[in-house]
């Protein structure tokens, strides 16, 4: 079973700080989740990757196979990025018919 | 697209009843939808897989009894929690993957159900 290690686990930042939030896996996957889990608790998925790098706003998403490490940025951090932001593993080989294995999250609060 | 929703957003039930939860794909067709929950303070754990038009997959430590799950279409699945208990109060979420011509690990996630047992 894979263990996924998140950290920071609590991360409290200025406005306009770029945010750097790592995640480790234990085992090869299929692919990385990063989500996004607010007060409420609803969770949104914000990138879904199997190698390299992607971009989605302010937000940017690395993974590194070979060292089972994965880091998501966020850049100009505002106060409405305040959120839980959870990695998630899909297991190798289950072609996505397995479910997540859950990091235990990183809690950012951006101050104003 | 890929929209995912969950139905009682929160519910509130006394010990010994029934509670289901519902799961729709409202704009794609899962084949597979995923069920996890999540104890306050702790990170999400997968509870079982569920296929439509088969028997789900629980994960050990969750008793198939107590949490009967439904996948009979491929637009819906539902989550029974039977004889509920106070212990059985958490946030349970669904996740749905199954669009077509996306990649087989995309998952799409519902926005979950708080249940409290009282």
């Known amino acids: 079973k894979n263990e996924v290690e998140q950290s920071p686990q609590n991360l409290t930042a200025q406005e306009g700080e770029f945010i750097t939030i790592n995640c480790s896996y234990s085992?090869?996957?299929?692919?990385l989740h990063w989500l996004q889990q607010h007060p409420g608790g609803g969770i949104v998925s914000l990138f879904m990757?199997?190698?390299g790098k992607k971009k989605h706003g302010r937000l940017i998403a690395t993974i590194n196979i070979q060292e089972k490490h994965s880091s998501l940025h966020i850049t100009a951090s505002h106060p409405r990025d305040s959120a839980v932001y959870i990695c998630?593993?899909?297991?190798?080989?289950?072609?996505?018919?397995?479910?997540?294995?859950f990091g235990k999250g990183t809690h950012l609060i951006i101050q104003p | 697209g890929a929209v995912v929703s969950q139905h009682p957003s929160r519910v509130i039930c006394k010990s010994g009843t029934s509670v289901k939860i519902e799961c729709r794909s409202l704009?794609?067709?899962?084949?597979?939808m995923f069920w996890y929950r999540q104890f306050p303070k702790q990170s999400l754990m997968l509870m079982a897989t569920?296929?439509?038009?088969?028997?789900?997959?629980?994960e050990q430590g969750v008793e198939k009894d107590k949490f009967l799950i439904n996948h009979a279409s491929l637009t819906l699945s539902t989550l029974t929690v039977t004889s509920a208990h106070p212990e059985d109060s958490s946030f349970y979420i669904c996740?749905?993957?199954?669009?077509?011509?996306?990649?087989?690990?995309?998952?799409?996630f519902g926005p979950g159900t708080r249940l409290t047992v009282t």
């Open positions: 569920s296929n439509e038009g088969s028997k789900a997959t629980y």
């Open positions: 704009d794609f067709q899962a084949t597979t």
């Open positions: 085992v090869g996957i299929s692919a």
């Open positions: 998630a593993v899909s297991p190798e080989g289950g072609g996505g018919a397995d479910g997540l294995t």
């Open positions: 996740s749905a993957r199954g669009v077509r011509g996306r990649p087989v690990y995309e998952q799409y």
């Open positions: 990757l199997s190698s």
